[in-house]
């Protein structure tokens, strides 16, 4: 990329200089400065399809996994005075990434793992995963987040979602939420604010970086704790053992009905594009069978809502958030 200018890290160290954009530097200009930071890792035109569970999706222009919340400020009010566009990710889970991949920053939250106790609370960095979440709070004792030991993303994405299972939800035990707006500032949210409803919150289409979550827990017995996560770990391999990568659910459950029984019924088990294949075992997952591409995946997606609406007048949102395609850019 031409006209760009390069940071040392010293420049890191003041104001993310405006100037080093106006010369069309661009994403170099961000990468240099990123690199600069030396807070983590930093990568150009890096495959995202490896940070994806249904490992589907293209590259992302600049990659960047940061060990710290300060290097996030920087690293996005850098972009945003440079005028791009900025995704987060975190265990990538539930997400649809196509495959053209994704232009701008993509800030991946893996290394923003540190997780302490304060009595009945935890409080978690964003991109903790809620596997390791629910057994650091069985090991101190703690009862509320047994739920979340079988679901395959991070804190950061499951607060965004509302993620919920075995009728619990993140909404239950969220006391505050950390973030970074998107020109680099920091705001603490109470609960009450985040409109927590299903599979949703306030938080989604903000565009902000959770970085920091309150949770508020109980004090409870650990064997109590632990019977009840094996039996969630149990029902979720019975249910959900798919046997090839997928993104869980991918539609939201419409009220009063199930997305799954729908599908089913509509005779769409087995329904496929390319190797993209609505899977025969769980109606509400679509697999990856070796080589599926997004827009496969996409394309299966637009079949099955069709066939849902013509057959049952019901409209099936994705639960599944979909990003870098033309009419919905994250
Ligand atoms: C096998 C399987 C089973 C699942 N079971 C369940 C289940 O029982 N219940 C359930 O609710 N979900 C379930 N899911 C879906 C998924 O695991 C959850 O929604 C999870 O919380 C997503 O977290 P993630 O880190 O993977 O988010 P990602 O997929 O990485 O991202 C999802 C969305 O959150 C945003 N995001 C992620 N991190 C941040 C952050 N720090 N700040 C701001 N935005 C962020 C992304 O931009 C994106 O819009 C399942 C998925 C799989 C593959």
Redesign the pocket.
């Known amino acids: 990329m031409g006209g760009r200018r390069r940071f040392a890290a010293d420049d890191a160290d003041g104001q993310c200089p405006l100037t080093s954009f106006e010369d069309g530097g661009g994403m170099s200009a961000v990468y240099d400065f990123i690199s600069a930071l030396r807070q983590g890792e930093v990568f150009t035109h890096y495959p995202l399809a490896g ?4 490992q589907i999706g293209g590259p992302a222009e600049v990659f960047y996994r940061p060990e710290s919340s300060e290097a996030c400020c920087r690293a996005i009010e850098c972009v945003h005075q440079a005028g791009l566009p900025i ?9 649809l990434i196509a495959d053209a991949g994704l232009k701008g920053l993509v800030i ?2 893996g290394k ?1 793992n540190r997780s302490k106790n304060e009595k009945d609370r935890i409080i978690a960095e ?2 903790v ?2 596997v390791t979440l629910s057994q650091h709070a069985l090991q101190s004792g703690l009862t509320g987040l047994e ?2 030991c ?17 009728g619990r ?2 909404a239950e035990v969220i006391e505050t939420v950390k ?1 970074v707006d998107s020109q680099g500032l920091t705001k603490v949210y109470q609960q009450k604010d985040l409109g927590f409803i299903y ?1 949703n919150s306030a ?2 289409g903000k565009n ?4 920091e979550v309150s949770l508020k827990l109980a004090e409870g017995e650990r064997d109590v704790v632990r019977k009840t996560m094996d039996e969630y770990r149990q029902l ?1 391999r019975k249910k ?1 053992a ?1 046997g090839l990568p ?4 991918i539609f939201k459950n419409p009220p009063g009905d199930y997305a799954g029984r729908l599908i089913e019924e509509a005779g769409l088990k087995g329904l496929s594009v390319g190797d993209a294949q609505v899977s025969s075992k769980h109606a509400n ?1 679509i697999v990856n069978k070796g080589r599926a591409k997004a827009s496969d995946v996409l394309a299966l997606i637009e079949e099955v809502q069709k066939t849902v609406r013509e057959k049952y007048s019901v409209e099936l949102e994705t ?3 979909l ?1 870098g395609f033309s009419d919905n850019g ?1």
């Open positions: 940070y994806t569970t249904w995704f987060y990710l975190g265990a990538g889970s539930n997400v991946q939250t923003l964003a991109g995963s809620l739920f979340v079988g679901i395959p993303g991070t804190l950061g994405g499951a607060v965004i979602n509302n993620a919920g299972a075995h939800e993140m973030t599979r938080l989604k902000e970086l959770i970085i979720r959900q798919v997928n993104a869980g659910s997952f639960e599944v958030v990003m994250r």
